[in-house]
């Protein structure tokens, strides 16, 4: 633990974790919306909640801002414990997913209202104002109103606003899901720029993988209400350890297998009439018996059909997309009848055309079957 | 070839509404314009006299009175009607909710009369209120609520105090939750997020409740009539007494005539007023 002089206001205590969520839970009624819950969050990090909607995302949020109170556990923000602080006193900056700009007030009026709360000298929230105006590329709009701003820009004043407090965690709340495609990959690249020129510990909302690998740190993926993996973009993608995780980041080959026995790298699978030896990253491996073997699009190789050791497949359709194409398989080995790969334009194939396909040693996982522990 | 084959139907009852009150009206004007025959419901012929009649004194006491009673019963009904409203979205129960909305919402269905007689109960002299006041050794004497413009403010507000409710209701909930959670993120404590965010916004609740107030307190007629006991005439109480004390309609008409220009008038003196307020604001 160090201690660093502060930035302004009291002197804080730097710990080395900026957010520690310690066995928070909530519920709404009977809807449970977050299962008991353990998350350190480092100090600069930038880190991302990613789940489909109604996973607990924003409760999650609302509960480090202090909007909701936690039914059990603590929260400790710069390893103080904040359980019992109100909101206005966490000094944490929000982002919210539909900006939250105070429609009667200007653009320079809603950054400086973190400031003038805060009884900062005329003089200093000026300066502040225009540096955060600044840092935003709105240094000509100041005395707009939100609502003749557009939605790029008013999501830069959000920004603006939260920034300029000095927050000690940035939350950001699906900031982008309103933006059109090209807008969000400008506004992404430049809420990381910014981030990371700052240091600034960083709470990100998304539902959206594709964001949440490019931006990230680290990811938690979450589903109904708890945590299912918390990783590196390249953890999560290259090694999910489940089948939530496999299936909802990037896409999945799903096929019916039996787990023969395990071996010493893994374990020994038929699948599609041929058995494999499998080199595993997995922690736990599931019982013998029937299992979920996952493959990603790109792990799979096509062969000649009558190849030893390949699954027999017929080929469905072939989707062109620019650069590859996607060829879909009928194959009677895949849990839901078909499997996904990618391809070469050159080398895609007419439909009924039969191939086979070879699973590589190294990268697939063994799940229990869907329904069933796991 | 209608697109809305239903919207002549539906239109329909609100011609015949249309129909009967320009009737009832042009009835009115006319009436205003006829002299009064003594002894006779029957009018007489054409004259101006009774709009001149109007500028006397009597009369121009009980437009003060109308106007004194609206702007009191608006201001009190605001302060009282503000906080429930606002509690009434907030609170957290569902049954504080609905228990609010029930008591704000009661004296619509109470009935003019009963309301305004279960008053006369609450503020005689021996009344609910004097007697609670004196038992609490806060007064000596009873104060006089009754036959005074304190009293009728009082029934007055009970009176108005759903409709402003229910508008200031609807106005409060269109204010997003996340901008008071905004404020409260950037350091601002419950008063500071009142007053810099949800007060602001919702300004044209306030306005909207002020105007539909001071309507409506405006053509009150039992409540001033029986609390007022003629002690604290009206523009309404007054158009009663002459047309169906005095049975003198033509005066009555014109009364009533100036009555409504007036609320017409003092309604559009107001929106322009906070038209102007809000130019200013946004400059
Ligand atoms: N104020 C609330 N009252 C009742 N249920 C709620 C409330 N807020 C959230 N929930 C429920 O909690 C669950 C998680 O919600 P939320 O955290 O908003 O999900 P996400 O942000 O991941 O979409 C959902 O099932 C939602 O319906
Ligand atoms: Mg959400």
């Keep these: ?374 | 070839m209608n697109k809305r084959p239903f919207l002549g139907w539906f239109a329909s009852p609100s011609i015949l509404i249309a129909f009967g009150i320009t009737a009832s009206f042009l009835a009115i004007v006319q009436y205003s314009l006829r002299a009064h025959v003594p002894g006779s419901l029957d009018p007489g012929g054409f004259t101006l006299e009774n709009f001149t009649t109007l500028l006397k004194a009597v009369y121009g006491q009980a437009f003060l009175n109308t106007v004194l009673l609206c702007f009191w019963t608006t201001v009190f009904t605001l302060l009282i009607g503000y906080p429930l409203a606002y509690a009434m979205i907030r609170a957290k129960s569902l049954a504080l909710r609905s228990a609010i909305l029930l008591i704000s919402l009661t004296p619509l269905f109470l009935g003019e009369i009963v309301r305004t007689y279960s008053w006369m109960i609450v503020l005689g002299n021996r009344g609910f209120l004097n007697a609670s006041l004196i038992q609490l050794d806060l007064i000596d004497r009873p104060i006089d609520f009754m036959f005074t413009m304190t009293g009728v403010v009082i029934a007055l507000v009970h009176f108005t105090l759903p409709i402003v409710v229910v508008m200031l209701a609807a106005a409060l909930s269109h204010i997003d939750r996340n901008l008071e959670r905004a404020a409260t993120s950037l350091g601002a404590g419950r008063v500071r997020c009142f007053l810099t965010v949800t007060l602001p916004l919702s300004i044209p609740g306030i306005v909207a409740a002020t105007s539909t107030s001071f309507a409506w307190t405006f053509s009150a007629f039992a409540t001033p009539q029986m609390i007022g006991g003629g002690k604290v005439q009206t523009i309404s109480t007054l158009v009663y007494q002459v047309g169906f004390a005095s049975f003198n309609f033509p005066l009555a008409a014109s009364l009533s005539l100036v009555g409504l220009l007036f609320t017409i008038a003092v309604l559009a003196i107001f929106n322009t007023g906070i038209r102007r307020l809000e130019q200013m604001g946004a400059h």
């Design chain 1, 1 to 374: 633990m160090s201690t660093d002089p502060p930035a302004d206001g009291p002197s804080r205590t730097l710990g080395k974790h900026a957010v520690k969520i310690d066995g928070v839970s909530k519920s709404f009624g009977k809807t449970v919306a977050l299962e008991p819950v353990w998350l350190k969050i480092r100090r600069g990090e930038f880190l991302t909640l990613l789940g489909p909607s109604g996973c607990g995302k924003t409760t999650i949020l609302n509960l480090i801002a202090g909007f909701l109170e936690a039914d059990k556990g603590e929260i400790f923000i710069d390893d103080e414990l904040v359980t019992q602080v109100p909101p206005h006193q966490r000094e944490i900056g929000i982002v919210f997913q539909n900006y939250a700009l105070f429609p009667h007030m200007s653009v320079t009026q809603n950054v400086a209202y973190g400031l003038r709360t805060r009884r900062i000298s005329k003089a200093e929230t000026e300066t502040r104002v225009r540096e955060a105006l600044d840092l935003v590329k709105l240094q000509d709009f100041a005395d707009r109103r939100p609502k003749q701003l557009s939605g790029g820009q008013q999501q830069r004043v959000a920004l603006a606003r939260a920034l300029v407090i000095r927050p000690r965690v940035l939350l950001l709340d699906e900031p982008f899901s309103a933006l059109d495609r090209n807008l969000r990959t400008a506004m992404q690249v430049e809420l990381k720029e910014i981030q990371s020129r700052l240091g600034l510990t960083t709470v990100f909302v998304t539902h959206d993988q594709t964001e949440a690998l490019s931006m990230s740190e680290r990811i938690a993926v979450m589903s109904r209400g708890s945590i299912r993996q918390i990783g590196t973009p390249t953890e999560i993608y290259d090694h999910p350890q489940n089948r939530f995780v496999s299936t909802f980041v990037g896409d999945a080959n799903l096929f019916s297998a039996d787990l023969l026995r395990k071996t010493a790298q893994g374990a020994r699978l038929g699948v599609g009439g041929t058995t494999l030896d499998l080199d595993t990253y997995q922690d736990d491996l599931p019982d013998p018996g029937p299992v979920t073997l996952f493959v990603r699009p790109e792990q799979c190789t096509l062969t000649a059909p009558d190849q030893p050791g390949a699954i027999t497949a017929t080929v469905a359709l072939s989707v062109y997309q620019g650069s590859h194409a996607e060829l879909h398989l009928d194959c009677p080995a895949s849990e839901d009848g078909r499997v996904m790969l990618r391809v070469p334009c050159g080398e895609a194939q007419d439909a009924g055309t039969k191939v086979g396909l070879a699973l590589p040693q190294r990268g697939p996982a063994i799940y229990a079957k869907e329904g069933g522990p796991e």
